[in-house]
């Protein structure tokens, strides 16, 4: 399990980080950008845009709760909408909790806590072996800067996109999400495996009646918990077979 | 009606506490080969089910969304950066979105 990381740093520097976080943080900068434009349109004003940006940093759970706060919302809503949308932090943050060196002190995980998104965390536990507190510092610093900079600049611009420009911008995460899977897919069967499992989950879960009206956040969290477990039982499996 | 600003603040302390307890929850390693194992797939999981089907409603407009996805897949497959990947699919879907609709 261990050396599978297509590039294995023993213990990854801060210019590392940095690095591998520069594409992450030209992706954030159109989306940050995109969110900037909308929440000024939708009647916040620069500063609650730029602050939600560097206080929440989350792309879905942002444009979700800005919606909701227009709208006029309660607690309760927003608890569960943004609790629904980002509980799949829960299971990124368990997940690098378990690539930290040992013995990191407490206050650097408090730190790096802050930092997880799905993409330094995909990108974390793709690239290196051992997350070390400076890598994910580096990781995660021009994204960070990406990331409330494109909101501020967003901002301010209001409708220097044209709409046809901002729709196809929009797919530029998920494009991102491909290039992370795809390559790991043609080298390691398992991975293959677990993504056309999840994916199968996920539209049936879309398609079959009762289980269609879970919510996307939630359905999202249980295909990728399916998927990933048939890749422990396949795991399993094998490791039994070759004993 | 919150005020905005006590919302985003909420919002934000809401999502660290997500972030934040499983550090806080597993301070050692795990030992178990298949909980491993399975830590091991969630980032592909995760990745794989927050992109399909989402990806095709992204640009509101399908078959761009569908051109977008067929150039991040190809430009996947050769190993191209994340930023390749990413642009040169805007760039399709916007093609598509321009001369198409």
Known sequence: MQNRSSSAFVSPTYINGLKAGFPIALGYLVVSFTFGMTACLSGFTIFEAVFMSMSNVTSAGQFAGMNLLIAGTKYTELLLTVGIINIRYLLMSTALSQKIPLRMPLYQQLIMAFGVTDETFTVASVEVETVTFSYFMGLITLPYLGWSAGTFFGSLMDNFLSPSMQSSAAIALYCMFIALVVPPMKHHRNIRKVVFVTMFIRLMMLILPIINQISSGYSIIIAACFGALYGAYTDSKQKTEVI | ?101
Not at chain 2, 27 to 47: N, T
Not at chain 2, 65 to 77: D, E, K, P
């Open chain 2, 1 to 101: 009606m919150i005020k905005p600003i006590y919302g985003i603040l909420f919002m934000a302390i809401i999502t660290y506490f997500i972030r934040v307890s499983p550090f806080l929850l597993f301070r050692k390693k795990i030992e178990s080969p298949f909980i491993q194992s399975f830590l091991y797939y969630i980032p592909y999981a995760i990745l794989t089910s927050m992109t399909i089907p989402d990806i095709f409603y992204s640009t509101h407009f399908l078959p761009a969304a569908i051109a977008g996805t067929l150039v991040a897949l190809i430009l996947g497959w050769f190993e191209k950066s994340l930023m390749t990947v990413s642009m040169s699919a805007v760039l399709a879907a916007y093609l598509v979105i321009s001369i198409f609709s």
